[in-house]
């Protein structure tokens, strides 16, 4: 009888593919891949057909989504890798646990308070356990600031400044996908921002107190180009002759996977993978700017900036004894075609540029070498699924494993930063849910 950790994979778009590819190559001896879940079989055919090619695994069964419950009962699953679309992930953590199984879920955890209760409800209804991706913490070059703060290089922090840019490559690639509507991701300050203020939480130990917010649409969408007086009348971009000099235009047509998962799924889907970001509907902010104050006290003022020349981030963390600085350009994958933007994705192997910098204050500052990871997120996503999947994984002297509670406090820092958006006015976090002291759960 196999010994072998049984894991289930719900939603089979690209999201999935890291997860899929570790557990049937570096983990195979482990793990074992026992079902696919999806609304299209054209994915979860072609997952299949990577797994033959990658490992010479015979394919799991695959289930449409409507038989989840199906798939549990036949396959009996240990734990469930979510990794559909945001506003779903709460529908299958929930039911994933009713039913007895342990969660893994991509970030963020859901979208909204309404979701996110609902999921503390099923994990104090069953026990099951919930991890959050955060391949972020897992970086070393993130571990690395980290690891300075816990050994007091800048004393107590007091107030961190950050901005994250994302470039005309990466960030356009929301405004062509179901991330452009808010109903679907909680926009940028909820599905990409969660990896930025959970970095917040972990470096400075603390949960979000009360968060204010601006944002903007600014640049994509129709009216701003109709401002800026360019016209992109087209709804999508594959098969336009028009689009074929638009440098923001994404031919998914000429990408394998992005071929095989969605423009060979649409006529079960009618997903669109590559809409005009020019285009409507797009509700979601591309400018913004947050400011908060955390249980410790310590202030933080972030930005996030979705059309930027470059990609990368600036933070700095001042404490009582001295200041951190990281400077850093993520190396983003561009596949070009016809010199237009062919997929930006997450930053593949070591960053393009990296610059740690430490100031004490009666000293004279000096530079930290930044570790090199290889693989996704900056060398992160290898050291994270070793994590998550090693049955004997070495310690984790970071407290990098994110719980969900974790989950939520990044959330809620997007969720209360989108209500200010809407109302104006700064928001008690605990008015929306009580999070607890963070030394209280360690």
């Known amino acids: 009888m196999s010994t072998r950790k049984r894991y289930a994979i719900v939603g089979t778009g690209s999201r999935a593919g890291m997860f899929i590819e570790s557990l049937a190559t570096t983990y195979q001896d482990v793990?074992?891949?026992?079902?696919?879940?999806?609304?299209?079989?054209?994915?979860?055919?072609?997952?299949?057909?990577?797994?033959?090619?990658?490992?010479n695994l015979a394919p799991p069964?695959?289930?449409?989504?409507?038989?989840?419950?199906?798939?549990?009962?036949?396959?009996?699953?240990?734990?469930?890798?979510?990794?559909?679309?945001d506003a779903t992930h709460h529908i299958y953590i929930v039911r994933a646990m009713e039913l007895g199984c342990d969660v893994i879920t991509e970030k963020p955890m859901t979208v909204d308070l309404e979701k996110m209760n609902a999921i503390f409800d099923a994990i104090e209804?069953?026990?099951?356990?919930?991890?959050?991706?955060?391949?972020?913490?897992?970086?070393?070059?993130?571990?690395?600031?980290?690891?300075?703060?816990?050994?007091?290089?800048?004393?107590?922090?007091?107030v961190v400044d950050f901005s994250w840019l994302l470039d005309v490559s990466h960030g356009a690639d929301y405004f062509r996908r179901w991330h452009r509507e808010k109903q679907n991701s909680g926009g940028l300050l909820v599905h990409k921002a969660t990896h930025h203020f959970d970095l917040v939480n972990w470096w400075i130990d603390s949960y979000p107190q009360e968060v204010f917010a601006y944002g903007n649409l600014a640049f994509y969408g129709d009216e701003n180009a109709r401002l800026r007086g360019e016209?992109?009348?087209?709804?999508?971009?594959?098969?336009?002759?028009?689009?074929?000099?638009?440098?923001?235009?994404l031919f998914i047509d000429q990408n394998k996977t992005?071929?095989?998962?969605?423009?060979?799924?649409?006529?079960?889907?009618?997903?669109?993978?590559?809409?005009?970001?020019?285009?409507?509907?797009?509700?979601?902010?591309?400018?913004?700017?947050?400011?908060?104050?955390?249980?410790?006290?310590?202030?933080?003022?972030?930005?996030?900036?979705?059309?930027?020349?470059?990609?990368?981030?600036?933070l700095s963390i001042t404490g009582t004894r001295g200041r951190v600085e990281?400077?850093?350009?993520?190396?983003?994958?561009?596949?070009?075609?016809?010199?237009?933007?062919?997929?930006?994705?997450?930053?593949?192997?070591?960053?393009?540029?990296?610059?740690?910098?430490?100031h004490p204050m009666f000293s004279d500052a000096y530079q930290v070498?930044?570790?090199?990871?290889?693989?996704?997120?900056?060398?992160?996503?290898?050291?994270?699924?070793?994590?998550?999947?090693?049955?004997?994984?070495?310690?984790?002297?970071?407290?990098?494993?994110?719980?969900?509670?974790d989950g939520a406090a990044s959330i809620l820092t997007g969720i209360a930063a989108n209500?200010?958006?809407?109302?104006g006015k700064p928001v008690k976090v605990n008015d929306l849910f009580p999070l607890p002291d963070v030394q209280s759960v360690k």
């Not at 070498?369 to 070495?394: I, K, N, R, W």
Request: aromatic residues 10%; glycine residues 8%; charged residues 20%.
């Open 326 to 358: 990281l400077d850093i350009a993520e190396t983003i994958n561009h596949l070009t075609g016809n010199g237009a933007a062919q997929d930006g994705t997450a930053s593949k192997g070591p960053f393009k540029h990296a610059s740690l910098r430490v």
């Open 231 to 249: 016209d992109y009348p087209y709804h999508r971009y594959t098969n336009v002759p028009e689009a074929k000099d638009d440098p923001f235009a």
């Open 31 to 55: 793990a074992e891949i026992v079902a696919l879940c999806d609304l299209s079989q054209t994915r979860m055919n072609w997952y299949n057909d990577q797994l033959k090619q990658m490992a």
């Open 258 to 314: 992005l071929r095989g998962l969605y423009l060979e799924a649409e006529p079960e889907t009618g997903y669109i993978r590559d809409r005009n970001v020019f285009g409507k509907p797009i509700n979601i902010e591309d400018t913004m700017v947050v400011v908060a104050r955390y249980q410790n006290n310590v202030l933080l003022s972030y930005c996030l900036i979705a059309y930027s020349p470059w990609e990368g981030l600036r």
């Open 369 to 405: 070498e930044v570790p090199v990871g290889e693989g996704g997120h900056g060398g992160a996503d290898p050291v994270m699924l070793e994590q998550l999947f090693s049955p004997t994984p070495p310690p984790d002297l970071f407290n990098r494993a994110a719980s969900h509670i």
């Open 61 to 85: 069964p695959t289930y449409y989504a409507g038989d989840f419950d199906r798939m549990v009962a036949e396959t009996e699953p240990d734990v469930v890798i979510v990794t559909t679309m």
């Open 125 to 158: 209804r069953t026990g099951k356990r919930l991890r959050v991706t955060f391949n972020y913490r897992y970086s070393p070059a993130y571990t690395k600031v980290r690891e300075l703060i816990m050994k007091g290089v800048i004393g107590q922090p007091l």
């Open 419 to 423: 209500q200010a958006i809407r109302t």
